[in-house]
């Protein structure tokens, strides 16, 4: 019997709850059936624990081991709809969404001129969620921290990346550390930088005035991800055997609407553009995770063994233990014989 509701918990536990989940419940996640909208949004809220909302298009940076850095389809700022966003928080108010909102993709957040406000109108909307978003830290100021604060925003996450094509030196990020720390007026010898783990990786988490900020390190170059294959230089020697919840327990938002199947795809990129589920435009967000669409890339990533392109290169990690292969098979079968 479920005691924790799923849409409440982290990647690291998702799957070994989920596979608890009776059939009656998993099966419009994998063979969709006719749904009312309640049922839609009941669904929606039951198993999403994260909705990517990409509220601007802009980045400033142009890191090599980021698609943005393979053309200029990102040098001018778009934004998100008024219309588009209020339908958003409109929808997601009317289940009282209480899990996690994400405020970018590929975007600098901090250079989207409406963040602040995007950030006060959702808290209002949605007074229960965790509202977060990724940055590179270069909009960061002890102002700008506060004002974030302010507004409502629960968690910062800051990566300091290295100069473009300058290779991953731990040193230099230690340096940028100490930069920022001074930026933002904070000492930085009580930052408790974390001790580099084997890939390099460093972090520091602070509490800024109730909202929690991370400053982080990554040697993406050498451990990122290929972003559904547009950057192919990226895990060339990978190929994805593991299972994916992303479909199941995320929602990610382009800024001009478009849905995909999750965070790694590159909403500009051509050849990913044959990977969108659908748009906002004329459905619910609700209808949308509900989708035929959806339910496919479901079904190819829940179980264990080689997947389809633009899979194949992920590295994302993922806890599934190897155990589970039979239940996930039987629960597939399952399913199957009961949608004929």
């Known amino acids: 019997m479920e005691t924790i509701k799923l849409n409440k918990i982290s990647t690291r536990y998702y799957w070994e709850h989920f596979l608890l989940v009776p059939d009656n419940l998993l099966k419009p996640l994998f063979y969709p059936i006719a749904l009312d909208i309640d049922e839609q949004s009941a669904l929606f809220n039951k198993f999403v624990c994260i909705v990517n909302i990409e509220t601007s298009s ?11 850095s393979l053309d200029d389809s990102r040098k001018n700022q778009l934004y998100m709809t008024d219309e588009l966003f209020n339908k958003i928080l409109d929808e997601l108010e009317s289940i009282n969404y209480s899990s996690t909102i994400v405020f970018n993709l590929y975007n600098e957040p901090l250079a989207d001129k409406n963040i602040f406000l995007r950030i006060k109108q ?8 965790f509202l977060m978003f ?38 230099d990020r230690l340096t940028d550390f100490q930069k920022l720390f001074k930026k ?3 000492d ?30 990554n040697n993406w170059l050498k451990y990122g991800n290929s972003r559904a294959g547009t950057l192919g230089f990226l ?14 327990r995320e929602l990610t938002i382009s800024y001009n609407g478009n849905i995909f ?7 500009d990129s051509l050849e990913n553009q044959k990977y969108i589920i659908d748009n906002l435009s004329s459905k619910s967000i609700f209808e949308i995770y509900a989708s035929h669409s959806l339910a496919k890339w479901r079904k190819n990533l829940f179980t264990f063994g080689k997947k389809e392109s633009p899979c194949d290169s992920c590295r994302d990690e993922d806890f599934s233990k190897e155990d ?17």
């Open 235 to 248: 895990n060339a020697s990978i190929t994805r055997t593991l299972p994916c919840a992303r479909p199941l």
């Open 324 to 340: 589970s292969l039979e239940i996930r098979e039987a629960i597939l079968n399952r399913l199957k014989i009961g949608a004929k």
């Open 134 to 171: 990724n940055s590179n830290g270069d909009y960061i100021d002890s102002s700008s921290l506060n004002t974030l604060s302010e507004m409502g925003l629960n968690a910062l996450f800051v990566t300091l990346h290295p100069p473009i094509n300058k290779a991953y030196q731990l040193d």
């Open 261 to 267: 199947p999750c965070c790694q795809f590159f909403p």
């Open 122 to 129: 959702a808290r209002k909307s949605l007074p229960y969620s």
């Open 188 to 217: 930085i010898s009580q930052a408790e930088i974390s001790a580099p783990l084997e890939n390099g990786h460093i972090e520091s988490n602070i509490d800024w005035n109730g909202m929690k900020l991370r400053v982080m390190a």
């Open 184 to 186: 933002i007026g904070r």
């Open 58 to 68: 802009y980045c400033n940076r142009k890191c090599s081991y980021c698609p943005v």
